[in-house]
C-alpha cells in the first residue's frame, strides 16, 4: 500500500510519531510516498525530520497558535482571528495538498493531527482511505478524563479534533495504557521509535527540560540561577537561538537535536517538561520520572497533564519548581513494566489495523477495495 502522511509541525512529538509509523510501514514492505508537514514563521523544522523520514517533505503553511508577548501563553481568540486572516494561504496549501495527492496516487493518507488534513479531506474527497492519529483522539472514548476547563477551551479542543478527522474512516487513538476499542476509535500504544527501545537508562547527575514556547526559557532560568546546585539541560526550537547556549554553569539550552535529546533522555535523573504526548511517552519508556507544566491556554495538554498524573507517570505543575520532582524521585522509584509491555505490542496492533490478507493481495484487488 501507499502512504501519504500530513503532519503538524508544532513541537516534535508529531513528527517523531511520524518517523515511528514510516518505519513500521518500511519493515511490512509498504511505501511512504511523501510527507506533507504544516509549518509556520514561529518554528524551524528539525533538521532531524527531513533526515530520518526518508521521503520527500513538502512544506505547506498551516493553522497555528498565537502567543501572548512572552511566548508562553496560548491565546485561543488571537488565534482563531489570526487563522482567519490567512484563509488565502490556506487555501493556497489546500490546493497544493491536491496536487501532491494526485501526483502520489496514495492507498491511504495518515494525518498525525494537522487541521488542513481534515479540512482537505471533507472539500476534496479523494479517492484515498482517510485516516488519522494522535492521543487527542482518545477524547472519544468514554473512559476519558477531561481536565477542568477555562470559557471554551474544551469546546475548541473537541472542535479542532473533530475537524481534523473529518470523513476519517480510522481514528488510532494513542493511549499511555491499555483501553478497549470502541466502535469509533481504535487505541493503539504510543509509537516511539527504535531508538529509544535500544537506548540504555543510566543515571546522571542532572535533570532534563523540553519546551515548546521558547517563553518558558526564563522561568528555567531563573529557577537556575536560584538553585545552582542543580544541573538542567533545556530542549527548545526557537528559531534564532545558537545550537548550544550556556547562561549559566549549571544550565544550557540548546536547539532541538533529536539523537542528542534521547540520549540526555536515557541519562537524566527525570524530565521537567511542556506537556506534550510523545516526550512524556520517551520518559515513561526509559523509566524516567516526569514532571509536566501544561502550556497556559492549550487545553489538550491540561488532559495530558491529567493522564500523565492518571497513569501514575509522574506529577503536574503549574511552574517550574524541579524541587517537586526532586522530591518525588526521592520517594516513588519507577519499577513497573506496563509501558514497556503496552507499546511492545504495536507489531500486532499493526496487524489488526492492517490484515495480512491486505498486504499479500494482488495489486487489483487492493486497487478495487480503495476505490
Not at 152 to 160: G, I, S, V
Not at 162 to 178: C, N, P, Q, R
Not at 192 to 197: A, S, T
Request: charged share 25%; aromatic share 12%; hydrophobic share 40%.
Amino acid at each position: 500500500m501507499k502512504f501519504l502522511f500530513i503532519v503538524q509541525g508544532e513541537g516534535r512529538g508529531h513528527m517523531t510519531q511520524a518517523i515511528a509509523f514510516s518505519n513500521m510501514l518500511k519493515i511490512h514492505k509498504h511505501e511512504l510516498v511523501g510527507v506533507i508537514l504544516g509549518k509556520s514563521k514561529r518554528r524551524a523544522i528539525p533538521e532531524f525530520f527531513s533526515k530520518e523520514i526518508q521521503a520527500p517533505v513538502y512544506l505547506v503553511e498551516s493553522p497555528n497558535f498565537a502567543c501572548d508577548k512572552d511566548e508562553k501563553e496560548i491565546l485561543i481568540g488571537r488565534t482563531i482571528l489570526q487563522n482567519l486572516t490567512k484563509t488565502s494561504t490556506f487555501r493556497k496549501s489546500l490546493n497544493k495538498i491536491h496536487e501532491i495527492v494526485k501526483e502520489e496516487e496514495p492507498d491511504i493518507i495518515l494525518n498525525f493531527y494537522d487541521l488542513l488534513g481534515g479540512i482537505y479531506n471533507g472539500i476534496f474527497r479523494p479517492k484515498a482511505e482517510y485516516w488519522v492519529i494522535g492521543h487527542q483522539y482518545l477524547s472519544y472514548h468514554p473512559d476519558f478524563k477531561f481536565a477542568p476547563a477555562k470559557g471554551l477551551n474544551r469546546f475548541f479542543f473537541k472542535l479542532n479534533t473533530k475537524m481534523t478527522a473529518i470523513g476519517a474512516s480510522e481514528k488510532l487513538a494513542l493511549s499511555f495504557y491499555e483501553l478497549k476499542s470502541t466502535d469509533e476509535i481504535t487505541v493503539v500504544p504510543p509509537l516511539l521509535r527504535e531508538e529509544v527501545k535500544k537506548l540504555d537508562s543510566t543515571l546522571d547527575d542532572f535533570f532534563l527540560t523540553y519546551i515548546v514556547n521558547c517563553g518558558y526559557g526564563k522561568e528555567i532560568l531563573n529557577y537556575a540561577a536560584a538553585n545552582p546546585h542543580l544541573k538542567i539541560r533545556a530542549y527548545w526550537d526557537k528559531k534564532d537561538a545558537a545550537e548550544t547556549e550556556n547562561p549559566l554553569p549549571n544550565l544550557s539550552f540548546h536547539r532541538v537535536h533529536d539523537k542528542s535529546f534521547l540520549r540526555d533522555m536515557a541519562d537524566c535523573k527525570g524530565l521537567v517538561s511542556t506537556a506534550g504526548f510523545e516526550s512524556i511517552c520517551e520518559a515513561i519508556y526509559l523509566k524516567k520520572p516526569v514532571m509536566v507544566i501544561p502550556v497556559k491556554g492549550q487545553y489538550e495538554q491540561a488532559c495530558n497533564a491529567l493522564d500523565t498524573v492518571h497513569s501514575g507517570a509522574g506529577i503536574a505543575s503549574d511552574n517550574f519548581d524541579f524541587s517537586k520532582l526532586e522530591n518525588l524521585i526521592q520517594t516513588k522509584p519507577i519499577t513497573d513494566n506496563s509501558f514497556q509491555d503496552w507499546v511492545s505490542t504495536w507489531p500486532k496492533t499493526f496487524q489488526q489495523i492492517l490484515p495480512e490478507t491486505k498486504m499479500t493481495e494482488p495489486d487489483l484487488v487492493l486497487t478495487q477495495s480503495f476505490s
